[in-house]
């Protein structure tokens, strides 16, 4: 396992949550980490994006204003602060990395080659 997400818990609508992914040396050569939620039934679907080079960053609209993305370069963190959380986000999330170019193709989870095993989020 080359990502380990954590951070994940359960929270009550309208509360907070931060993941933290730990992404290992190889793979933060890439220069593109998504996070991705999977709820229970569903596609694994792309939340944001974060873009190392350029530090730019795209969100799903689904998340967009609730949901940030950022990375702490010493640590070798990526971090997906998730404000608003609703029942609908309950799922398992997950980090990936991989060298991409294009939106499209980043939010797309089939994209990515580096996953981490994921972290569960539950909101009531």
């Known amino acids: 396992v080359q990502l380990v997400e954590s951070g994940g818990g359960s929270v009550q609508a309208g509360g907070s949550l931060t993941l933290s992914c730990a992404a290992g040396?190889?793979?933060?050569?890439?220069?593109?980490m998504g996070w991705f939620r999977q709820r229970p039934g569903k596609d694994r679907e792309g939340l944001a994006v974060?873009?190392?080079?350029?530090?730019?960053?795209s969100y799903a609209d689904s998340v967009k204003g609730r949901f940030i993305i950022t990375r702490d370069k010493a640590k070798d963190l990526v971090y997906l602060q998730m404000n608003g959380l609703q029942p609908e986000d309950t799922g398992m999330y997950y980090c990936?990395?991989?060298?991409?170019?294009?939106?499209?193709?980043?939010?797309?989870?089939?994209?990515?080659?580096?996953w981490g095993q994921g972290t569960q989020v539950t909101v009531s």
């Open positions: 974060l873009w190392i080079g350029g530090a730019t960053t």
């Open positions: 990936a990395a991989d060298q991409l170019y294009g939106t499209s193709i980043a939010f797309s989870s089939s994209s990515y080659t580096y």
């Open positions: 040396q190889y793979t933060y050569k890439r220069n593109c």
